[in-house]
């Protein structure tokens, strides 16, 4: 929704889909309409009940990939029978995990802001932009997806990736890079 509780986000002028809207805090996704702007300056605007905050400017970059959290640097992410990753539930070296994450940029087909993704697998919307995986400096060589998580919004990102053979064990720092600009690292534990 691009309109929570009153909350609206203006770039250059566009509803931007809120995620959440709190005290002191506002989470949303940048628009695809800016996808046009790369290297500019965007106008960024809260309002409140119809009353405009103060703007200010941000840099357009074509992505910004940030994985998720689930705090502690613990990485958001799900091990190959779907239960998430964390110290007392590592992931094998060469199993497929699940990493979740948005900032992917542009996708193909174009994205729609606040689009469900509703579609067969097959037709999800992709990210434009190259998608790579490290695993402790360790290098994924198999992506097996990388796009729009089913049956959620455009914008959430999800990637499916095997965890190398030679990739180092216990926690680990995993990070995700599209279109040349990687993520913080989050932890992942690996067995």
């Given amino acids: 929704a691009s309109d929570l509780y009153g909350v609206k986000v203006l ?3 566009y509803a931007a889909p809120i995620l959440y809207a709190g005290q002191g ?3 949303a996704i940048a628009p695809y309409e800016i996808a046009n702007s790369v290297g500019t300056l ?5 309002s409140n009940n119809g009353v405009l905050g103060n703007a200010y400017s941000e840099k357009v970059v074509a992505t910004s990939p940030g994985m998720f959290s689930l705090g502690n640097s613990q990485g958001a992410i799900l091990n190959a029978d779907e239960t998430i990753n964390g110290p007392t539930n590592a992931a094998a070296r060469g199993s497929v995990v699940a ?5 992917e940029g542009q996708l193909n087909p174009a994205g729609v802001d606040g689009s469900l993704a509703n579609e067969p697998l097959a037709g999800l919307p992709r990210p434009v932009a190259a ?6 400096g360790v290098q994924a060589t198999n992506i097996t ?3 729009t998580v089913p049956t959620s919004f455009e914008g959430f990102f999800q990637v499916n990736v095997q965890i190398p053979d030679n990739a ?4 680990i720092p995993v990070v995700l890079t599209v279109g040349g600009t990687s993520s913080l690292p989050q932890n992942i534990v690996v067995k």
Avoid at 42 to 46: E, H, N
Avoid at 99 to 103: E, I, M, Q
């Fill in 99 to 103: 990493l979740y994450a948005s900032g």
């Fill in 11 to 13: 770039v250059n002028g």
């Fill in 168 to 171: 180092p064990t216990g926690t």
């Fill in 42 to 46: 965007a106008t960024i605007q809260v």
């Fill in 145 to 147: 997806y990388a796009g």
């Fill in 131 to 136: 998608v790579s995986v490290s695993f402790g």
């Fill in 25 to 27: 805090q506002i989470n």
